[in-house]
């Protein structure tokens, strides 16, 4: 099910943000989600939050989602699934965009299927001045 307003949402393996081309064992499987402004990673980071539990003592509880690897649909140039001996094994993902490409992998063949067909569908309705059209669908 998906957590409107988001028009696509799953798992994919990327590199750190920092570093594109890292070593394989440095990319990590993180959520990513695709609405009608950009595909988005997030990333779970550290936030202390302290309360105190039924029993008195106090309780620090961390959960803060914060964005990492950001693809703007109008940056987009071209989106395709590649196979590449620096990427990790797996369906990968190649978006090539004005900043230069984009690498991930998604967890499947399938779910890379359902990626490009999204991102593809997002980027039509762009390239066609109907963006506000599909922001209203997903958001009322």
């Known amino acids: 099910m998906l957590h409107l307003p988001h028009l696509k949402e799953g798992n994919m393996t990327a590199?750190?943000?920092?570093?594109?081309i890292a070593l394989h064992r440095d990319w990590k499987r993180t959520k990513f989600f695709l609405n009608h402004e950009a595909l988005q990673q997030v990333i779970k980071v550290e936030q202390t939050?302290?309360?105190r539990s039924l029993s008195?003592?106090?309780?620090?509880?961390?959960n803060?989602?914060?964005?990492?690897?950001?693809?703007?649909?109008?940056?987009i140039v071209s989106v395709s699934s590649c196979a590449d001996l620096t990427l990790p094994p797996g369906a990968g993902l190649?978006?090539?965009t004005t900043h230069?490409?984009?690498?991930l992998i998604a967890d499947s063949w399938e779910s890379l299927n359902g990626w490009l067909d999204a991102i593809r569908l997002v980027y039509t309705i762009y390239a066609?001045?109907?963006?506000?059209?599909l922001a209203s669908i997903i958001t009322s």
Not at 56 to 62: A, R
Not at 64 to 75: F, L, M, T, W, Y
Not at 100 to 103: A, L, M, N, T
Not at 128 to 133: I, L
Request: with cysteine.
């Open 100 to 103: 230069g490409p984009i690498f």
């Open 49 to 51: 939050q302290v309360s």
């Open 64 to 75: 803060e989602e914060n964005s990492a690897i950001r693809v703007e649909i109008p940056d």
């Open 56 to 62: 008195g003592t106090i309780v620090e509880v961390t």
């Open 94 to 96: 190649c978006i090539d």
């Open 15 to 20: 590199p750190p943000i920092e570093n594109a």
């Open 128 to 133: 066609r001045g109907k963006t506000d059209v």
